[in-house]
């Protein structure tokens, strides 16, 4: 019987959206993803621009900060990952001068790359640097989204490392495990995607001995991502470049439409950096919120670093809360499930593999944070978009535009549904995941009940935190 | 069967933490008046607790520089500047916690300048506890009914 | 090889115009907007984090200027020339992030007292400054 996500949709379940006309012979195109990433140049050169001249002046005011840390982020955490996987990264400008300096062109396709093109040391080849490059940035959260210069210096820092980073290690290694604040977001949460890119037939590809898509040909470069396109596990290390679309002689690449989170369930190099991503990220959906959309001003303090022992302070509750405190009682969880379901299992094992069931509840506590800034704080955007440097522009007419928080009387209703369907998500899935891990079904069903307890206290936990 | 006890266990434990909803008297409506502090980046109380049909008044007093209060939900709002105090009047007729935020940016930290009016009983969140927990109990009774195909 | 070479000049133009292109274009923008008139740019902030960016302001009498405040705080300023009667117009109150534009002609000469006119700070009463009005 084939299993269902939520008893709905089969997880074998596909559509092809490269089927429908005119979408493959625009993703084959070299043009695309060149025209989208040259768009969000202009858009990142206004916000570097705004960022710079913004200085210390008010955050909410500013087009660098409204549109990295609302429009972008928002849109990262409802929109796209979610729908589209790892799209971003298929648009993303920062490491654009990088690539474009390691091929020496900007459509030409050369099979050496300029630089050293050093290979980046396999014990790192996972998420670790790029955990602690998160939550080394999450520290700074009190100036990032609200001093512009902040938001200025950290993307400059991005740009200026990953041309120089670029230079040395080969191909998308920056992106994938060294520069990238998000990349370990957009790498764990693309699980969830209801969109992916595999290859259509996979016995074409058995057959076929020359593998372009890794090697590169005329048409298009190896796979920059350093993933094998005809063996694309999951979507974790899928950038969506779309070079294997242009290597294929046989047309063999497709992009599917699917059933969420089918890649939570696929167990090929799960570890414990992704079991931490999976805690960082829900751990700090509740410090920020504590911080951000909370009513306890010392904590406000600590993270402004009024004073530097509230600062520090804050850096190390931070770091326990999201290194320890929440592994640990998960860890707790985790041995209860061992002991009542079966004690064969290793417990390294069984911590791992459980730990996926916090990325559809961490995936979701993101989401319904966010309404506490959508609903509240969107409107400062009519107003950026019209002065953009704060130089008393009125491009659009909306220089004037007051800030107007809208629904937020819903707002609540929103977060407790979604957080409520991320229960559901996270139970499925969980569920799924106790099968394949214990060799009896009814050792799952009673290694199941404490994940499903701590999956419900978490949930009950947030709806208190964000709407009660 | 021991499975059958866990689950008649866990729906006692449910129905016990459900009490409170099935308890919880409304009180009788009064009318209050409120002082609330604002200085950056906080409001002090933080958290503001009545009763539904109370009649509130708020008398909003600042501290350092001139602040604002939008109320979530209601829609309503004051402002004060140090000297010169801001007054809201409205009924508390609905339930829940509503958030209250700095509508007049006051520096920095102005979109964090967060607190809480809290409208009891909080029929929301009982009501969320309560499907949350269905939703536990019914995802476990689910998964150790389903026979073997 | 042509063809390849053109694409390759149009990708190296695009990536220009969304860079240099941007920021040349907003220049632009920006001193197509104020010119034609003297404009004195004059930037706001609260005593304690460097007060007003010019503290002597000076004109010449019957020449037109504009003085574009932009308030670079995180609270709102104002602005008057009391002595002058002359005053933002609304509110009388910059935003954070917004920018008041006045424009005059100065009719006399004189040293007069400019001041922002919203509570920003405990400071606020230092938040002053002076203009100084001559003859050619």
């Known amino acids: 019987m084939t299993e269902k996500i939520l008893g709905l949709i089969p997880v074998d379940w596909r559509f092809e959206l490269t089927s429908l006309p005119y979408v493959r012979k625009i993703i084959k195109s070299r043009w695309m993803p060149f025209l989208p990433i040259v768009l969000n140049l202009s858009v990142f050169t206004v916000i570097l621009m705004a960022g710079f001249v913004g200085g210390v002046s008010a955050g909410n005011y500013n087009f660098g900060i409204m549109f990295v840390w609302i429009v972008w982020w928002l849109l990262l955490m409802m929109v796209m990952v979610p729908l589209f996987s790892r799209i971003w990264c298929m648009v993303c400008p920062l490491p654009a001068f990088g690539e474009w300096l390691q091929r020496l062109g900007f459509m030409r396709v050369r099979n050496k790359l300029f630089g050293l093109n050093r290979k980046w040391p396999k014990s790192l080849k996972n998420m670790w640097v790029v955990n602690f490059l998160f939550l080394g940035t999450t520290y700074t959260t009190g100036f990032l989204t609200t001093r512009p210069i902040a938001t200025f210096i950290l993307l400059m820092s991005i740009i200026i490392g990953s041309i120089v980073l670029m230079v040395v290690f080969e191909k998308r290694n920056f992106c994938k495990y060294i520069g990238c604040p998000v990349g370990g977001f957009l790498g764990l949460y693309s699980n969830m995607a209801v969109t992916e890119i595999r290859a259509k037939d996979p016995q074409i590809c058995k057959d076929h001995k020359h593998k372009d898509c890794v090697i590169g040909n005329e048409k298009g470069h190896a796979c920059p991502w350093m993933i094998l396109p005809f063996d694309i596990g999951r979507n974790t290390y899928c950038g969506m470049c779309l070079e294997c679309f242009k290597t294929c002689p046989y047309d063999n690449m497709a992009i599917n439409l699917r059933p969420p989170a089918t890649d939570l369930l696929v167990d090929k190099n799960r570890g414990l950096d992704e079991a931490w991503k999976a805690f960082i990220m829900l751990g700090i959906a509740i410090f920020f919120f504590l911080i951000m959309q909370g009513n306890m001003g010392f904590l406000k303090d600590w993270a402004n670093a009024k004073t530097t022992e509230g600062y520090l302070t804050f850096v190390a509750l931070h770091s326990i809360f999201n290194l320890l405190l929440i592994p640990g009682v998960f860890f707790v969880f985790v041995y209860a499930s061992r002991t009542l379901g079966s004690k064969e299992i290793p417990l390294k094992k069984l911590f791992t593999n459980f730990s996926y069931t916090l990325v559809p509840m961490g995936l979701i506590a993101w989401i319904a944070f966010s309404f506490g800034i959508l609903f509240p704080n969107s409107s400062y955007v009519l107003h950026v978009i019209s002065d953009p440097f704060a130089w008393g522009w009125d491009l659009f007419g909306t220089a004037k535009f007051p800030w107007t928080p809208f629904l937020t009387g819903v707002m609540p209703y929103f977060q407790i549904g979604t957080l409520l369907f991320g229960l559901v998500l996270s139970l499925d899935i969980g569920f799924k995941i106790s099968k394949q891990t214990f060799q009896k079904r009814d050792e799952a069903v009673r290694g199941f009940i404490p994940i499903a307890a701590f999956l419900t206290s978490v949930t009950i936990f947030l709806i208190w935190l964000f709407t009660g | ?149 | 090889m042509e063809k390849k070479q053109i694409m390759e000049i149009v990708a190296g133009i695009l990536v220009l115009l969304a860079t240099a292109g941007t920021i040349g274009a907003a220049l632009l923008y920006e001193e197509h907007l104020w010119g034609g008139l003297r404009t004195i740019e004059l930037t706001a902030q609260a005593p304690e984090r460097g007060n007003w960016n010019l503290q002597e302001i000076h004109m010449v009498r019957g020449e037109p200027v504009r003085i574009k405040i932009r308030n670079i705080d995180t609270v709102s300023h104002g602005f008057a020339i009391p002595e002058l009667g002359i005053s933002l117009n609304g509110t009388g109150e910059i935003k954070p992030g917004n920018v008041g534009v006045i424009e005059f002609t100065p009719e006399k000469t004189g040293d007069f007292l400019f001041t922002c006119t919203t509570w920003c700070s405990t400071r606020h009463m230092q938040m002053t400054g002076r203009i100084i009005i001559s003859e050619k």
């Open chain 2, 1 to 149: 069967m021991k499975m059958d006890k866990l689950i008649i266990g866990i729906i006692v434990l449910a129905l016990l933490v459900g009490l409170p909803l099935i308890l919880a008297q409304p009180e009788e409506p009064t009318e209050k008046t409120i002082i609330i502090n604002a200085q950056q980046f906080s409001y002090t109380p933080g958290t503001i607790e009545v009763n539904k049909g109370d009649r509130i008044t708020i008398r909003l007093i600042s501290t350092d520089v001139h602040h604002g209060l939008y109320i979530d939900g209601y829609e309503v709002s004051t402002d004060a500047r140090p000297g010169q105090d801001g007054s809201l009047t409205f009924v508390a007729n609905e339930t829940g916690k509503f958030v209250m935020r700095c509508s007049v940016t006051c520096g920095p930290f102005h979109p964090y300048m967060i607190g809480y009016l809290k409208v009891k009983p909080d029929y929301r969140l009982f009501g969320s506890i309560w499907l949350a927990l269905g939703i536990f109990i019914g995802s476990i009774l689910l998964v150790s009914r389903r026979q073997k195909p």
